[in-house]
């Protein structure tokens, strides 16, 4: 696991920006981590309602990214985790999730925030779920993303950019 190179974001005032976050529902220890550190990452940018939609696992993310993008949030923070197991579902579900949420991002020009684990490990994935003995913070990075993207998406259809 590599946090070299990561840039260093100060959060910034997003309070104009309509945010859901997507959750899936697979691994709950690991999705309450995730979603803690999404929802304080939209707090400490100021983001005054971001909801929240639970979906059954992590192959039913891009649908619902798709549906929320489609209803005009400017950014859609996708979480998930998907633990390695004994058959090639691990590679299938990362593939078609990882491929429609780049997807949804492209078809609706929303910024998709990508709080997708993808682990051989519960370890691992706890490892990066912002608990306090965790070594990092995926859904607040995920979030954070998605809100930098968001904010520069708007200043570009505004014409500012």
């Known amino acids: 696991m590599s946090t070299a190179g990561a840039p260093d974001q ?4 997003c309070h104009e920006l309509r945010v859901a976050i997507v959750a ?12 803690d550190g999404a929802q304080r990452a939209c707090r400490d940018h100021q983001v005054e309602a971001a909801s929240l939609v639970r979906v059954p696992g992590a192959f039913e993310l891009p649908v619902m990214a798709q549906a ?3 209803q005009g949030y400017d950014a859609v923070i996708a ?3 998907v633990i390695r197991g004994d058959t090639p579902h691990f590679d299938y579900v990362c593939s078609a999730t990882s491929d429609g949420l780049a ?3 492209l078809d609706h020009q929303t910024a998709v925030g990508f709080g997708l684990l993808t682990c051989d490990t519960e370890e691992q994935a706890l490892d990066r779920a912002g608990y306090l003995q965790s070594r990092e913070d995926k859904g607040y990075e995920a979030t954070a993303a998605a809100l930098s993207t968001a904010a520069t998406l708007k200043a570009v259809k505004r014409g500012y950019v």
């Not at 691994?27 to 981590?33: A, E, I, K, L, S």
């Open 10 to 13: 100060k959060p910034f005032d």
């Open 24 to 35: 899936s529902s697979w691994h709950d220890t690991v999705m309450d981590g995730l979603v």
């Open 68 to 70: 929320l993008a489609a």
């Open 79 to 81: 979480l998930g985790a």
């Open 103 to 105: 997807r949804v991002a």
